[in-house]
């Protein structure tokens, strides 16, 4: 089992920063791939970004493309996501998720494809 701890969400206002962070602990060596995902109010979940562990190769929504950056870092087996240009449309509670089964890249924007979920993180931007 891995479990994930999410942290540094926050109210920020529009145009402004904020960066997330998502700490794993427990089965570590078997994670292939982490990501973050979102929802808003009302509406379903969503894919944001993903990194495979092994390679650091990274995946973004076409909605954070160019403003958000996830990177990890292997020896605290924690990722992290860099939010700027914030806008109140990215207001949502923030979810990081991990996955041990070994499909590379495939599938990284399935919410089915993910082995543990943490708890979540508000991230709020005012309009």
């Known amino acids: 089992q891995v479990q994930l701890v999410e942290s540094g969400g926050g109210l920020v206002q529009a145009g402004g920063s904020l960066s997330l962070s998502c700490a794993a602990s427990g089965r570590t060596f078997s994670l292939t791939g982490m990501g973050w995902f979102r929802q808003a109010p009302g509406k379903e979940r969503e894919f944001v970004t993903f990194?495979?562990?092994?390679?650091?190769?990274?995946f973004y929504a076409d909605s954070v493309k160019g403003r958000f950056t996830i990177s990890r870092d292997k020896a605290r087996n924690t990722i992290y996501v860099q939010m700027n240009s914030l806008k109140p449309e990215d207001t949502a509670v923030y979810y990081c998720?991990?996955?041990?089964?070994?499909?590379?890249?495939?599938?990284?924007?399935?919410?089915?494809?993910?082995?543990?979920w943490g708890q979540g993180t508000q991230v709020t931007v005012p309009s």
């Open positions: 990194v495979q562990w092994s390679t650091g190769i990274t």
């Open positions: 998720a991990a996955r041990d089964r070994a499909i590379g890249t495939t599938r990284m924007s399935a919410q089915t494809s993910y082995d543990y």
